[in-house]
C-alpha cells in the first residue's frame, strides 16, 4: 500500500465526476477518480446523434437482466456505461428533473435536507442554461443545458397533437409543472454533448491534486475494524483513503461492488464463497426502473432521420454538422415528448412522453424500411421493485439483474394506459401530414391482454435504474441522508442508487444533483473549505 489520497471515488459517472471536481476545489485535498472504462475520445460521445450506437454496445457493459417472470420470460438488453462520464456520455442528453413531489416524498420518509426546497439549489448550481436564469433554472456553471439545435417541423406537429388531445404545451418541463408536451432541454453545449466528464472533469484536468484513472477496476473495497479504508484494484494493488471511500458506480454497479466486497445478503455472499463483512440484505434491493413502451408509425416522406442511415447522405449530414452545427448530427433523435396522465388521480404526471425522430434508434427496437418516429410512453412511478445480486464472487462476470418489471398489476395497467395514449396522439390530425400509418402495435392488438402480449416482445428499458443502496432513517435503510453507510464507517454512497423512489422523469440530472449536494455534505463533515 504505498499509495495514499484522502478520498477514493469510485465511478466517473454523473454523480461521481461532479464529487471529484467540487472535492479537488481545495488544493490541499487529494482526490482520486477510478473508473472502469475508457476515455470519452470517440466522436460518438462527443456529438448529439451518436446516443443511436450507445445501447448497442460501445461504452457499454454489455449486460442483460434475468428473464422476466412478469412479462413472459422477456429478458433485456441493461445498458450500463462503462466509460468516462457514466450515463451522461452515452444518454440521450435530456435534463428532466422529475416532479417536485418526488423530493418532498422523499423528504417526508424521513431524508432531511432531500426536500425539492433543499435540492433546487444544487440543479441550479450545475447549469448553464442557454434559455432560462430564473427561480428554477441557473447559468454559469459547468453543465451545458440547451435548446434542441436541430429539431423538424413533426416535432411542432406532435405538440399540436398533444394539444388535440387537451395536453397543453409547455416551454419548461423543469419549471412550475411538469405537466405539457414540448421541447427538452438537453445536456449540450453549442450543439455538442456535455456530459458530467466533460463539464466538470475536463476543465480541471491540471489540477494537481485531482487524479483520474479510467480502465481501472476496483475488485473490492478495502475495510478494517468497522471502517473503509481503501480498495484492491483488478490487478491486486492497493491504494489507501485517509478519510473517505465515496461509492458512485451506479444502481448497479454500486450494489454489485459492495456485495463484492462483503457487505450484503449475508447468506447469499457465503454461499458463493465471499467472507461478510456486513450483513446488510438491502444492499441490491428495491431495483425500481422505467418500462419503456412504444408505437412506431411509417411516415409519409423524409420526415424523420431514417433516411441518413443509407452512407452517402450519413457523410453529407457529418458535412452539414462540421460547417452549420445543424442536420441530423446535432440532434440527441429524442428532443420532444412531455408528461401527461395515466391515472386521472395521479399527484403528478405519471406518463413521460419522447418522440423518437427515426425508428430503430435503440437496441431491440424496430426499424421500419421507409421511415418512421417513434413515440416513447413510460410510467414514471412503478410499485414493482427488483434486484441486483451476484452471480459468481468473479467481478468480470455480469450480475444478476432483476427489474422485476410489472410484478404489480396496477403498473401493467397503467403502462398500457400509456401506450393507448401515445397512440391516440399519433392519430390527431395535427400529424396526418406527416403519418402514412401506425405499423406497431397495429390495428390488430385491441385487448388489454394483446396489449400485455405485445409488450412482452416490444418494449426496453428507459435507462433509469435507482433505489438499490437507499437513504432513509429506518432500520432498514442503507444509508443515512447524509448518505453514509449505515454500519460501515467512512464509506459513503451517492447516486441513483440513493434514491428512496425513483425520481418521475430522467435520471441524470438527479444523479448530477446528487454528486453537488453529496460533495457539499463531504465537505461540511470533513471540515473542507467551500
Not at 450506437?53 to 441493461?78: D, E, L
Not at 396522439?425 to 402495435?441: S, V
Not at 402480449?453 to 433509469?464: E, P
Request: overall charge negative; hydrophobic content about 35%.
Amino acid at each position: 500500500m504505498t499509495e495514499g489520497y484522502d478520498f477514493i471515488i469510485i465511478g466517473g459517472g454523473s454523480a461521481g465526476s461532479v464529487i471529484a471536481a467540487r472535492l479537488s476545489e481545495d488544493a490541499h485535498v487529494r482526490v482520486l477518480l477510478l473508473e472502469a472504462g475508457g476515455r470519452d475520445r470517440h466522436p460518438f460521445y462527443q456529438l448529439p446523434a451518436g446516443f443511436a450506437k450507445m445501447t448497442k454496445g460501445i461504452g457499454s457493459w454489455g449486460w442483460t437482466t434475468n428473464p422476466q417472470r412478469h412479462m413472459q420470460g422477456k429478458v433485456f438488453t441493461y445498458t450500463q456505461a462503462k466509460v468516462i462520464g457514466g450515463g451522461s456520455a452515452i444518454n440521450a442528453q435530456i435534463y428532466t428533473r422529475g416532479a417536485a413531489q418526488d423530493y418532498d416524498e422523499w423528504r417526508q420518509l424521513g431524508c432531511e435536507g432531500w426536500s425539492f426546497a433543499d435540492v433546487l439549489p444544487y440543479f441550479k448550481k450545475s447549469e448553464d442554461n442557454d434559455a432560462f436564469d430564473n427561480e428554477f433554472h441557473g447559468q454559469g456553471g459547468p453543465l451545458g443545458v440547451s435548446r434542441p439545435a436541430a429539431p423538424l417541423p413533426i416535432c411542432d406537429a406532435y405538440i399540436a397533437a398533444a394539444g388535440q388531445l387537451g395536453i397543453p404545451e409547455t416551454k419548461d418541463v423543469n419549471g412550475a409543472h411538469q405537466d405539457g408536451a414540448g421541447y427538452y432541454q438537453l445536456t449540450q453545449r453549442h450543439a455538442r454533448r456535455s456530459s458530467a466528464a466533460m463539464a466538470f472533469l475536463a476543465p480541471n484536468r491540471e489540477r494537481a491534486n485531482l487524479t483520474v484513472r479510467t480502465g481501472a477496476q476496483v475488485r473490492r473495497i478495502l475495510f478494517h475494524a468497522g471502517r473503509a479504508t481503501g480498495v484492491e484494484m483488478d490487478d491486486g494493488s492497493r491504494v489507501l483513503a485517509d478519510r473517505e471511500v465515496i461509492l458512485s458506480s451506479g444502481a448497479i454497479g454500486s450494489p454489485r461492488l459492495l456485495q463484492l466486497s462483503g457487505v450484503g445478503p449475508a447468506d447469499e455472499l457465503r454461499a458463493l464463497g465471499i467472507e461478510v463483512v456486513l450483513d446488510q440484505p438491502n444492499v441490491g434491493a428495491n431495483l425500481q426502473d422505467h418500462l419503456d413502451l412504444y408505437a412506431i408509425c411509417e411516415v409519409t416522406g423524409p420526415h424523420t432521420y431514417d433516411r441518413f442511415a443509407k452512407p452517402h447522405l450519413s457523410a453529407l449530414a457529418g458535412l452539414q454538422y462540421l460547417f452549420t452545427r445543424k442536420g441530423p448530427v446535432a440532434s440527441s433523435l429524442f428532443e420532444t415528448g412531455g408528461f401527461w396522465y395515466a391515472d386521472p388521480d395521479a399527484r403528478s404526471p405519471d406518463i413521460q412522453m419522447h418522440l423518437g425522430l427515426g425508428t430503430g434508434i435503440e437496441a431491440g427496437v424496430a426499424a421500419m424500411p421507409n421511415g418512421g418516429v417513434t413515440l416513447n410512453a413510460c410510467f414514471l412511478r412503478p410499485r414493482s421493485r427488483g434486484t441486483v445480486r451476484l452471480r459468481t464472487d468473479n467481478p468480470g462476470d455480469m450480475p444478476l439483474i432483476d427489474p422485476n418489471y410489472l410484478a404489480d398489476p396496477y403498473d401493467r395497467e397503467m403502462s398500457i394506459r400509456g401506450l393507448k395514449l401515445v397512440q391516440s396522439i399519433l392519430a390527431q390530425d395535427a400529424l396526418k401530414p406527416f403519418i402514412l400509418a401506425e405499423r406497431l402495435p397495429g390495428p390488430d392488438v385491441q385487448t388489454d391482454e394483446e396489449y400485455f402480449n405485445f409488450i412482452c416482445t416490444h418494449s426496453k428499458t428507459s435507462h433509469h435504474c435507482a433505489g438499490t443502496c437507499r437513504m432513509g432513517v429506518d432500520d432498514g435503510a442503507v444509508l443515512d441522508p447524509r448518505l453514509r453507510f449505515n454500519g460501515i464507517d467512512g464509506l459513503r454512497v451517492a447516486d441513483a442508487s440513493i434514491m428512496p423512489h425513483v425520481n418521475s422523469s430522467n435520471t441524470n440530472a438527479p444523479s448530477i444533483m446528487i454528486g453537488e449536494k453529496a460533495a457539499d455534505m463531504i465537505k461540511s463533515d470533513q471540515g473542507i473549505c467551500q
